[in-house]
């Protein structure tokens, strides 16, 4: 998921980028909402799909295509393209979450006596700030 991760820091640096590129301040919080909003419509995406044809579909499918969307800004120059690309990119880092999440619970099926769930739950919920 690493690629996932780099989509993440997008929204960090995108702004410093856009203004190295000229873009006023403005226009490039435009760019970075456009992005957030993908984020936000990536996760019903992400979870919509994941229903319909299954969530390692979606990972797969969510990995590759954002590192497509993502590596498109680079190469980007014109405004309006420039929106639509972080758009894409923001609903493409995202969709993988809720597919991941139900792939997590599809594969800690809790028993009576298992403490699996409460150790996947926990590993979800401390490894990313750990690093790990």
Not at 60 to 68: D, K, P, Y
Not at 70 to 87: K, P
Not at 97 to 124: F, K, Y
Request: some cysteine; aromatic content about 10%.
């Amino acid at each position: 998921m690493a690629v996932n991760r780099m989509g993440a820091f997008l929204a960090i640096f995108l702004i410093l980028y856009l203004t190295s590129l000229g873009i006023g301040p403005a226009a490039a919080g435009v760019v970075l909402t456009l992005y957030g909003t993908g984020s936000i419509a990536g996760v019903f995406t992400g979870g919509l799909l994941s229903d319909r044809i299954g969530p390692r579909q979606v990972i797969v499918a969510s990995t590759l295509l954002s590192s497509v969307a993502v590596a498109a800004i680079a190469f980007e120059r014109d405004y309006v393209w420039l929106m639509v690309t972080s758009l894409a990119a923001g609903v493409l880092t995202a969709a993988y979450r809720p597919a991941g999440a139900a792939m997590l619970a599809e594969l800690t099926r809790c028993t009576a006596w298992s403490p699996r769930p409460w150790r996947a739950d926990s590993a979800s919920t401390w490894a990313p700030p750990s690093g790990r």
